[in-house]
């Protein structure tokens, strides 16, 4: 079983439409919660960072971790075609006895928003 | 602010040779990661190094390498190279180890 798990998509929505990402994992360690867009030959963007459970808005943008369920969400209102992009969950456990392991990834999700 | 800056963009290298790629952590940032990203494989953490000290290391045979040094710059090298070392490899810094990071726009290496 992968550490975390992603629905590579692609997921092709109208521009306007609510858009919804996910991400679960099976590490009930992991306290770090960060949403990536990736542009095409491009490094990865931060968009949203969350610490423990709870919600967090910004702007268009809002993120959800749900640490009893093992399940994090990104929503985008009003998408625009400019939203298109590969999204990237990332979590990690800075924590951990001996040192953090770095972020762990999801493999993203191809976003497609239709004019 | 400047972001991180990674050198070069792109590399193109014959199997069996090394490389090194540099990479300059946003100003104050004293975390930087490294991690290769394939296709099939996605992003792939590497290492970790925190005031010019490795914090940890992921999966990957001892051909990969790094440091850092003491205005928090970044160096990794990778040694005898093999076509499946084909990759983007992706600079990250953070303020904390293993937090919210901040990626350059990575050096696309291609071995031949």
Redesign the interface.
């Known amino acids: 079983q992968k550490e975390v798990e992603q629905d590579p998509g692609p997921l092709s929505v109208p521009e306007g439409a609510i858009v919804s990402l996910n991400c679960t994992y099976s590490n009930s360690a992991f306290q770090y919660f960060m949403w990536y867009r990736q542009y095409s030959r491009k490094g990865p963007e931060l968009l949203m960072y969350t610490y423990s459970s709870g919600n967090k808005e910004d702007g268009r943008f809002t993120a959800q971790v749900d640490k009893s369920s093992k399940y994090i969400s990104l929503f985008i209102r009003d998408s625009q075609p400019s939203d298109s992009a590969t999204y990237l969950c990332a979590m990690s456990d800075p924590f951990s006895g001996g040192g953090a392991d770095g972020l762990t990834f999801g493999k993203g999700t191809h976003l497609i928003i239709q004019p | 602010k400047a972001g991180?800056t990674?050198t070069p963009r792109y590399l193109i290298k014959t199997r069996g040779q090394q490389v090194t790629l540099s990479c300059s952590p946003i100003s104050g940032h004293r975390s930087v990661?490294w991690?290769q990203q394939t296709p099939g494989q996605?992003?792939?953490?590497l290492?970790?190094y925190f005031s010019e000290t490795q914090?940890?290391k992921?999966n990957f045979p001892g051909r990969f390498s790094g440091r850092q040094f003491s205005n928090s710059r970044s160096e990794m090298n990778v040694s005898t190279l093999e076509l499946g070392d084909s990759a983007l490899y992706?600079c990250?810094s953070s303020l904390?180890?293993?937090?919210?990071?901040?990626?350059?726009?990575?050096t696309?290496l291609t071995v031949v």
């Open positions: 991180v990674q990661s991690y996605g992003l792939q953490f290492f970790e914090r940890n992921g992706l990250a904390r180890v293993s937090t919210e990071a901040f990626f350059g726009q990575g696309r």
